[in-house]
Nanobody, 118 residues
Framework: QVQLVESGGGLVQAGGSLRLSCAAS????????MGWYQQVPGKQRELVAS??????????DSVRGRFTISTISRDNAKNTVHLQMNNLKPEDTAIYYC?????????WGQGTQVTVSS
């Protein structure tokens, strides 16, 4: 079992920055990738950024150039992912969920609210 704990959400003015973090713990034998999803009321979760174990990254068109995803290594296992969000816009307001892909299984965090005021 893998647990994901997110932190770093909050309220910020348009143009500001936030940094989200997601720490994975538990039975982590091999993490294939980690990523961040965005969900607004009435819509499905959408992938905004991901990073593979090899370091390959993906960004959605809406955040490319403004968000940066990165991982750090602890105890020889990459189990923390960060999402640096710059130049935030009101349309970035959403709940952000961390997701981990590991050996064919997926795990989700509990979500963290990001609110961007105009």
């Amino acid at each position: 079992q893998v647990q994901l704990v997110e932190s770093g959400g909050g309220l910020v003015q348009a143009g500001g920055s936030l940094r989200l973090s997601c720490a994975a713990s538990g039975s982590i034998f091999s993490i294939d990738a980690m990523g961040w999803y965005q969900q607004v009321p009435g819509k499905q979760r959408e992938l905004v950024a991901s990073i593979s174990s090899g370091g390959s990254t993906y960004y959605s068109d809406s955040v490319r150039g403004r968000f940066t995803i990165s991982t750090i290594s602890r105890d020889n296992a990459k189990n923390t992912v960060h999402l640096q969000m710059n130049n935030l816009k009101p349309e970035d307001t959403a709940i952000y969920y961390c997701k981990c892909w590991s050996r064919g299984l997926v795990y989700w965090g509990q979500g963290t609210q990001v609110t961007v005021s105009s």
